[in-house]
């Protein structure tokens, strides 16, 4: 739905694939997905500072830093889950068309939502990356204590506790936190991109 009429698109003066040319690399997301303590963001930043040292431009926007600003009117409830996927999916188009690879860890658990994303960029363009990790596992590592919250009822609507979590079916990468390190993560993501020549 648009609610804006008499609107027309201006074309840009330098097109996203001279960028590419001049970065010499592809532009492109990697979307991380991943119950809360799976490790997205550990993984996201990890990958960007590897991704930096190469001189590959790269930015991060993770769930909370985006809910203090461009979100912040944006609560839990499915509904405003979808609308804060909708809007990091556009931030996120953006950034490839300025010529960047975007990291984003969202826990963005319904697949509906994260194929509307892969649905505005090009097939090229979007990687899903799964961050498996059992969910006692990740209440184990309870890194913001949220879970403790959730389970005492003082939050609701926690993906894995009383919001539901929907896995990739057909992600381009997986990686598993419980049972590799970050920096076994961080390698992973490096060589599938060297492999198809991204970076
Ligand atoms: N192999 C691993 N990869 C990533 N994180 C790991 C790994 N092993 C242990 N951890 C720990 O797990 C925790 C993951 O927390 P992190 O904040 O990255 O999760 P998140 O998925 O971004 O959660 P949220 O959705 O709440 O933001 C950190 O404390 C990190 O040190
Ligand atoms: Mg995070």
């Known amino acids: ?15 996203k694939e001279e960028r590419r040319e001049q970065n010499n690399h592809h532009s492109f997301v990697l979307w991380f997905t991943g119950l809360s303590g799976s490790g997205k963001s550990t993984v996201a930043n ?6 930096f040292d190469k001189n590959i431009r790269n930015y991060v926007l993770d769930g909370d830093n985006v809910r203090f600003g461009l979100n912040k009117n944006l609560g839990f409830s499915a509904e405003d889950r ?17 010529g ?12 509906e939502d994260r194929a509307q994303v892969r649905e505005i960029l090009e ?20 890194p913001k204590g949220l879970y403790k919250k959730a389970r005492s009822g003082e939050i609701r609507d926690f993906t894995g506790i009383d919001s539901p979590y929907e896995s990739p079916a ?13 920096e076994e993560c961080v390698q992973t993501v490096i060589e599938y991109l060297a492999n198809r020549k991204f970076i």
Not at 170 to 182: A, G
């Open 123 to 142: 097939g090229n363009e979007f990687l899903e990356v799964y961050v498996e990790c059992p969910l006692e596992e990740c209440e184990k590592r309870d």
């Open 170 to 182: 057909n992600p381009e990468l997986t990686i598993n936190t419980s049972t590799q390190s970050v």
């Open 100 to 111: 960047q690879v975007v990291l984003t860890a969202f826990i963005s658990p319904f697949q």
């Open 1 to 15: 739905m648009n609610k804006s009429t008499n609107i027309t698109w201006h074309d840009a003066g330098i097109t």
């Open 82 to 98: 979808t609308e804060n996927i909708r809007r990091i999916g556009e931030v996120s188009k953006l950034f490839v068309d300025s």
């Open 46 to 51: 990890a990958v960007a500072k590897a991704l």
